[in-house]
């Protein structure tokens, strides 16, 4: 910016703070001065100044003037705007790309717009032929033309094929035209995120491309929504989430019958899981008693076991229990084994025996 008498024929940039009536930044020449106040006009690319009624500040326009040197490239004009320009560097050198411009700097002359887009922000010196568009919310959400070579392409052309957009758009009233979204060089991404810029503030925000589309397109469901006006995340889901979410991975809905099967199989599980239950705890109690039982028989067999501790040299008053049922074992087994050795003689029993003495005794002999 330069500072100095503010005459007939000045240049100044002005922004919706300067002039209350408009919403995004301009360029204005000065007309007349009148003290403390100036006379002013808007500056038209495509048409005759527009003549403004209020009258501005001398001392804001001190403060907001621009060199003559602007008026060749007018970078001011593409402030606050999407645009599409052709990248100077990187993989997608010479190809055309899409972003908002938030500001400019003039270097030695030169114009170089500050520009913010979906890969980060970037610095783009103004050039002819032109290598910067400025362009429509429809076409820039779409991205017309992005990725293509402007060599191929040109900025003419490109105007015209977005002006075709612009007209297929206008006579849909279910959005995005299929022919449209056919044709594009790069696929529509509802779900993905794209700078937007307010005219007025120059705040950057960031959106669904979905929702900077409704808003572009005016659609009756967003009829007096505001792009700038982001939705809830929860909104840019698909409505078809929630019914899916009852019945996902090709299963059927519930019905009644369904229900019903579904109730029966539950309580079968759950009295399969109570028999197992019941059955490990019946387990653990025979477990439990057995252990109770061999404790029984050696209090009941103390002399025998205390016998059989003092035979293998262990002191009983200190014995491991555990170790008293191993060595008791030991001795049932070996009797199991004699037992067995002598399995091949008769041996009567008590009662036999009292009754073969008592057959022989001598007072029933004749």
């Known amino acids: 910016m330069v500072s100095s008498a503010i005459v007939p024929g000045a240049l100044a940039f002005l922004g919706p703070g300067h002039l209350p009536a408009h919403s995004e930044f301009r360029y204005v020449r000065v007309t007349a001065v009148q003290g403390n106040k100036a006379k002013v006009t808007l500056v038209n690319l495509d048409d005759d100044d527009e003549e403004l009624d209020e009258k501005v500040d001398v001392s804001i326009l001190k403060r907001r003037q621009v060199r003559d040197v602007e008026s060749d490239m007018w970078p001011g004009m593409f402030v606050g705007h999407p645009i599409a320009f052709v990248q100077p560097e990187g993989a997608s050198m010479d190809e055309w790309s899409f972003g908002v411009v938030t ?15 979906a890969e980060g922000a970037a610095k783009i010196k103004l050039e002819q032929p032109p290598n910067v568009i400025k362009v429509d919310w429809v076409n820039y959400v779409i991205q017309t033309g992005a990725g293509t070579n ?85 909104s840019t889901k698909p409505a078809s989430t929630k019914r899916k979410a009852s019945h996902t991975d090709g299963e059927r809905p519930l019905t009644r019958q369904r229900v019903q099967e579904t109730a029966s199989a539950a309580d079968a599980a759950v009295s399969f899981s109570s028999d197992a239950t019941a059955s490990d705890a019946t387990a653990s109690d025979a477990e439990h008693d057995d252990a109770a039982d061999v404790q029984a028989v050696l209090l009941q067999n103390r002399s025998f076991a205390q016998s059989s501790l ?54 029933h002999k004749a």
């Not at 075709?164 to 009233?173: F, I, L, N, Y």
């Not at 967003?222 to 995340?233: N, R």
């Not at 084994?337 to 025996?353: A, C, I, K, V, Y």
């Open 103 to 117: 500001g400019y700097r003039m270097t030695q002359s030169i114009p170089w717009l500050h520009v913010r887009c």
């Open 150 to 234: 402007a060599s191929a392409t040109n900025a003419e052309e490109l105007v015209a094929l977005m002006d075709d957009v612009c007209a297929q758009c206008d006579k849909s009233r279910s959005g995005l035209p299929s022919k449209v979204a056919k044709s594009l060089s790069v696929a529509f991404d509802a779900d993905a995120t794209v700078p937007i810029i307010r005219p007025d503030t120059l705040a950057v925000l960031v959106a669904p491309r979905q929702h900077v589309l409704d808003c572009a397109l005016a659609k009756k469901s967003k009829k007096g929504a505001t792009m700038f006006a982001l939705p809830p995340p929860s």
């Open 310 to 363: 003092n035979s293998a040299g262990i002191d009983g008053a200190t014995v491991d229990p555990n170790a008293m049922v191993a060595l008791a074992d030991t001795r049932i087994h070996a009797l199991d084994d004699n037992r067995g050795r002598s399995s091949t003689t008769f041996r009567p029993t008590t009662l036999e025996q009292q009754v073969h003495n008592a057959l022989g005794h001598p007072d």
